[in-house]
């Protein structure tokens, strides 16, 4: 199984690649992240986080395990109006805060087999996209993080290893 990359680690701080082989591979690594993704009990994963550097993300449902892969995505609209909203990263295991993020985007992504969609996104699903796209940016939670609500010593102690 694929291995979720923990912070400090400079891996999470790179862009990703865009991806433009949609083949049996690309299927093989959305089914591997999907596995690693549930299995931490996530509702989201990017690439970065197991050591693919490539623009591929994940958001799935944790209680039926049904999830979608989003290929290049890019959000080509975000709302002014915001929601403050407590997150957490699977890179950032017991490490909450507080994120201030736009209530309303619109993606544009390729699904696994190329096909481009344009779609709009609100409440968590919206969230949890850019909390994700943020990931193949080399940008976490904790960068735009106005107060953190848990786990503050956990981050100092990494922080410092860093
Ligand atoms: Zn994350």
Known sequence: MLKVIKY???ILRKTAKPIVDFNDTLAK???DMAEVMFADKGVGLAGPQVGIQQKIILAGNRKNHDYQAYINPKITFS???TEIGEEGCLSLPKIFGL??????IRVKYQDLTGKVHKEKFKG???IILQHEIDHLNGVLFIDRATEITQGQDILDQ???KK
């Not at 994120?99 to 309303?104: C, D, F, I, S, W």
Request: aromatic letters at 4%; zero cysteines; proline letters at 10%.
């Open 8 to 10: 400090p680690n400079t």
């Open 29 to 31: 690594i959305a089914t």
């Open 79 to 81: 709302s002014k109006s």
């Open 99 to 104: 994120v201030t993020r736009a209530k309303k």
């Open 124 to 126: 968590f699903p919206a």
């Open 158 to 160: 990494l922080k410092e």
